[in-house]
């Protein structure tokens, strides 16, 4: 299997993307590509952004920025299984600080409300009922296909076509957790300006939704009004090469009127976390934000309409 990856990698190394169009040449192209983006267009999972946005589009390229510790990789994890069951075809998740069986661990805690410790401890205990009963359970997530590699940024559409071609079906969404992680040899402006430009490219040249998970820059965690366009680590080139912004932060004080008070108390007794989602740039609806809930142990993220919550449209394993 190693050789094979790295021979398909090779083929389509030096392709050359660039196109020239007039836009009489266009018309036919337009019609296919309509049917592609009604086809593709895959959404966040969170009904106020999604409706505001109508969906992200194949060529969009979305940054969701948030702080240390919030939750990149769960919100990454949780847009994946949502479109896992909705996409009509594969999700590609670069993981490029988490092991495979991390992001194994995470997939059961969302699916079956767990905490690592509950994962970990029914697989040591597990017997080959156990391990066929997931096995059979866990394929209804298979086009959910992982890297778990450290990618260097000529390797985006290698491996994004190396999928394609070997698992035989059409990639849909690419979610890549986090940018920063990227390998990069130049200076720090130069590797921010690089990825999100060369990110942006991939999404343009192979028509295909990107959901890049971001760090904020240092100190931003503190900004008094909360975070901004500004917040990503070299929001600059971030911000510009970003046709859709939202920055996901945490509610540090839940209010009576706002929040329902059974929210609350689960709340102050520490079950979940509150969550803002916030749209700062888009190309197309209106702006939105969203509060979302997530569970401590599962990491399970729901968004809060005061009654009731509006749960993801997946089924418990």
């Known amino acids: 299997m190693e050789a094979k990856i790295k021979e398909?990698?090779?083929?389509?190394?030096?392709?050359?993307?660039?196109?020239f169009n007039r836009f009489s040449d266009t018309v036919k192209d337009y019609v296919a590509y309509s049917k592609v983006v009604e086809k593709h267009r895959i959404e966040l999972g969170f009904s106020d952004i999604d409706k505001a946005l109508f969906g992200i589009r194949p060529g969009e390229v979305v940054y969701i920025v948030s702080p240390t510790s919030v939750g990149k990789t769960a919100i990454g994890m949780n847009i994946a299984t949502h479109n896992s069951l909705n996409a009509n075809g594969l999700i590609l998740y670069f993981?490029?600080?988490?092991?495979?069986y991390q992001l194994y661990e995470r997939q059961l805690q969302l699916i079956e409300g767990k905490s690592t410790w509950q994962v970990e401890g029914e697989h040591t205990r597990a017997n080959?009922?156990?391990?066929?009963?997931?096995?059979?359970a866990l394929q209804k997530y298979d086009n959910i296909i992982n890297v778990i590699y450290r990618i260097k940024l000529f390797e985006l559409i290698p491996y994004i076509k190396a999928c394609e071609e070997l698992f035989k079906k059409e990639i849909s969404l690419?979610?890549?957790?986090?940018?920063?992680?990227?390998?990069?040899s130049g200076s720090r402006y130069e590797k921010i300006s690089d990825i999100a430009e060369s990110i942006k490219e991939v999404s343009l040249h192979l028509e295909l939704p990107i959901v890049v998970l971001s760090q904020v820059g240092r100190g931003k965690e503190l900004e008094k009004d909360g975070l901004n366009i500004y917040s990503a680590k070299g929001s600059g080139e971030i911000e510009n090469s970003a046709?859709?912004?939202?920055?996901?932060?945490q509610i540090k004080e839940a209010k009576t009127g706002e929040i329902d008070n059974s929210v609350i108390k689960?709340?102050?007794?520490?079950?979940?976390?509150?969550?803002?989602?916030?749209?700062h740039k888009k190309k197309r609806g209106e702006f939105a934000e969203s509060v979302v809930i997530m569970n401590r142990t599962s990491l399970k993220m729901l968004e809060y309409h005061k009654k009731p919550l509006v749960e993801f449209e997946q089924e418990p394993v």
């Open 95 to 100: 993981s490029l600080e988490n092991t495979k």
């Open 266 to 279: 689960d709340f102050e007794d520490k079950k979940i976390d509150l969550l803002k989602l916030k749209v």
């Open 243 to 249: 046709q859709i912004y939202l920055t996901l932060e």
């Open 8 to 19: 398909i990698i090779n083929k389509y190394k030096n392709i050359d993307w660039a196109k």
């Open 128 to 136: 080959e009922d156990y391990i066929e009963e997931k096995e059979k």
């Open 174 to 184: 690419v979610i890549i957790d986090y940018a920063q992680l990227i390998v990069h």
